[in-house]
């Protein structure tokens, strides 16, 4: 795109629904200089692109606020106006008054046209908006909606005579369409909650002093300063000072986790007790806090089948139920001479009584809640598609390195085998000081033991390494070598005296090294990728919630493969698997069991990720790929949140289940006693909205987590 087009991001008030949404585009069509427009209802957000020789900024902000869509500053979340300040509470507040008023006269001696006036000014003013929306839809957009519906069946009462059911109509439809944008802003609030979470100002180093900047304006490379119980502006990697994070805001990991000078911090993390100075390493609108906000709010945006089922049954039910209504206004009189004035207000309780409100909102406002509810618990899951798909899951396959062990290395037993020669410590110092100048990763555990031992490595000299083997360097005149068994045997050492002890530990998973010099063996070291705490609980939890067969991938040895499935409690192992291999026992896995959800890291798994029915990387906090390619990513490196993950999507379909229920089964008893004249309009109004709110409070409660 050319560097003439600038791209804008902002949210807006007053944007709390596809209609808000449809109305935002008409203002601004044939704006000059705008290329493109995306609106996010959801998020209440518009992006927009520009070209900058025809506009700029502050021109489609004034724009925006002269549509009525008013820009926010910065990373904040448009909040509703007090009730007294919005149009649509207040309009239908004055509509009630009128109504009450009349309802006061019509007992007393007052005139009727006293009355009457009352009544019409009652639905003029409470039908003003939903009336207006009414006839926007049905003109630009093509649609008859659930407002057309009320606008009919009002204005067909009150023309029937019944200003007073007309106007009671109006007034309940007008306060349930003024506490929309409420309800819209309490589904927000887990969004809301995590842009609260990055700093407003960071304090940087520049030019060789310490300076407070707006935190949108920090760069990659600026030295950022962090005091005790200050959060995170930015990702970044620390550079001096020890302390505690609370990471909980990204990652839903409770526990304070130690930070030191080369570890990474995210945005939005909590710093503890110690002061620190980090480099950016992303500027602010890259950071892990900002993705999350947009992958958040994007996934928002994304609907389900079931949402996208219950939006084209109701575009096609609205006007099948106007249909209807005529219907059921005009048949009986004409075709068996019925009385006009008991049909025709019995089509319009049918039409009021039949409006499928609950039925519509049910869906999207419980995703909407689950969604949010899953980021605010380092749970990402990157739209409704993703939670159904997430419920339907009765079989996990789980990567092994990274994600039910570490991945990386850690000394689990040293074994001295000839103490006379040389003692332990001595030994270990010497291994330490071959292994200081390898790459290796098992060497990189090796120093890592030796460094919380305290053992120092000595000086060698002419270290060579061997590919697949081991290393060997020279220490005291001494040639000595740090290697496998199989090296050893290769170099021809007997290790019979010791061949129980090497197949004992490889038994356990552990990758054997062994020590020595041309004459003596000096020890065994165990290492092994050490398993994650809570892998044998999450486990047993998946196993509990009826998630048979949970199964192990991995690309190593059988032997390693069966001690850490043992240990774990995996009901199957799959070893020495490149990563085709794991894309077909994926495959294999879905058409014996059904839905698969792939368990990895997001980015060496990547295939086998996309064959699951749902792909789940695991450790994603600071990890662009991993956000990229999972379609639910877990923050943490937590097996517990995939059970997290899996409870929430469950019981976001339980919760859907029981809502369109409900929502169906008033929508049948109301429309009975409409067609058969048992309910006044009075009733189907209080029955319609009723439903609708508890349809709100149900979905609301997703949002618990």
């Known amino acids: 795109m050319s560097s003439n087009f600038h791209t804008l991001e902002l949210r807006v008030g007053n944007l709390d629904c596809e209609h808000d949404a449809a109305a935002l585009k008409r203002s601004l069509e044939g704006f000059p200089g705008l290329e493109s427009l995306q609106v996010y209802p959801r998020s209440a957000k518009v992006i927009l692109t520009f070209d900058a020789h025809k506009t700029d900024e502050e021109a489609v902000r004034d724009k925006l606020e002269q549509a009525g869509f008013p820009p926010t500053k910065g990373l904040t979340m448009p909040e509703q106006p007090r009730p007294w300040r919005n149009p649509k509470v207040v309009l239908s507040v004055i509509s009630g008054a009128f109504l009450l008023l ?49 606008t009919v069946a009002a204005v067909a009462a009150a023309v029937m005579g019944q200003l007073g059911e007309a106007a009671m109509l109006v007034f309940l439809y007008s306060i349930s369409e003024a506490v929309e944008g409420y309800t819209e802003e309490k589904t927000r609030s887990a969004v809301r909650a995590l842009m609260e979470l990055a700093p407003k100002t960071a304090w940087v180093r520049r030019d060789g002093r310490e300076m407070e900047i707006p935190a949108e304006e920090l760069q990659v490379g600026d030295v950022f300063i962090v005091r005790p119980g200050e959060s995170i502006p930015t990702d970044g990697v620390i550079l001096s000072g020890h302390t505690t994070m609370d990471e909980s805001p990204v990652t839903g990991e409770s526990a304070p986790v130690e930070k030191k000078p080369g570890d990474a911090v995210f945005a939005g993390g909590i710093n503890g007790a110690g002061a620190i100075e980090a480099r950016a390493t992303k500027a602010f609108a890259d950071n892990t806090i900002s993705r999350i906000i947009q992958m958040v709010e994007e996934a928002q945006e994304r609907k389900g089948a079931s949402q996208r089922f219950i939006e084209r049954f109701g575009r096609r039910y609205s006007p099948l139920v106007l249909l209807a209504g005529v219907l059921i206004a005009v048949a009986p009189p004409l075709l068996f001479g019925a009385d006009w004035t008991t049909w025709i207000t019995r089509a319009i309780v049918f039409i009021v009584a039949a409006a499928p409100c609950a039925l519509v909102i049910s869906i999207p406002i419980t995703l909407v809640a689950t969604l949010g509810a899953g980021a605010r618990n380092g749970v990402l899951i990157k739209g409704g598609v993703y939670v159904e798909k997430l419920a339907r899951v009765r079989v996990v396959a789980l990567d092994k390195t990274g994600t039910i062990t570490k991945g990386s290395p850690e000394v689990t037993a040293t074994i001295p085998l000839d103490s006379s020669s040389i003692p332990e410590e001595g030994w270990l110092a010497v291994v330490a000081g071959v292994e200081a100048r390898s790459e290796h990763p098992l060497a990189r555990a090796i120093m890592r033991y030796a460094r919380t031992q305290n053992i120092s490595p000595v000086e060698v000299s002419d270290f060579q390494a061997r590919s697949g083997a081991g290393a060997q360097a020279v220490w005291q005149g001494k040639r000595v070598y740090v290697g496998s068994p199989a090296w050893f045997e290769e170099l021809g050492r007997s290790l019979d005296s010791i061949a129980e002890t090497i197949r004992n530990l490889q038994d356990k998973g552990n990758t054997v090294i062994l020590a020595g010099d041309e004459e003596t063996l000096f020890g065994a070291i165990a290492i092994r990728d050490a398993v994650r705490e809570n892998a044998a609980a999450a486990i047993a939890q998946l196993h509990q919630m009826g998630v048979r067969p949970v199964v192990m991938l991995t690309g190593d040895n059988e032997r390693t493969a069966a001690a850490i499935a043992r240990e774990v409690g995996v009901d199957a192992y ?87 229920a409900l929502s169906a089964i008033v929508i049948g008893a109301l429309v009975i006693g409409a067609v058969s004249g048992a309910f006044t309009l009075p009733i189907a109004v209080l029955g319609h909205e009723i439903s609708e709110f508890v349809v709100i409070a149900s979905g609301l409660r997703m949002l618990r987590g």
Request: aromatic share 6%; no cysteine.
């Open 102 to 150: 009349g309802f006061v006269l019509s007992l007393s001696a007052a005139p009727a046209m006293a009355t009457s006036a009352l009544y019409v000014a009652a639905i003029l003013i409470g039908g003003y908006y939903f009336g207006r929306e009414a006839l926007e839809e049905l003109v630009f957009q093509r649609e008859i909606g659930i407002e057309l519906l009320m």
């Open 574 to 660: 799959y070893a020495e698997l490149l990563p085709e291999d794991k894309v077909a026992k994926v495959r294999e896995l879905s058409e014996k069991f059904g839905h698969v959800a792939m368990v990895g890291d997001g980015v060496n798994d990547a295939p086998a990720l996309a064959e699951a029915t749902v792909g789940v990387a695991m450790g994603a906090a600071g990890t662009d790929v991993a956000l990229e390619t999972a379609d639910v990513a877990l923050m943490a490196d937590d097996l517990e949140k995939l059970v997290y993950a899996l409870e929430l999507a469950r019981r976001n379909q339980r919760v859907i289940g029981q809502n369109l």
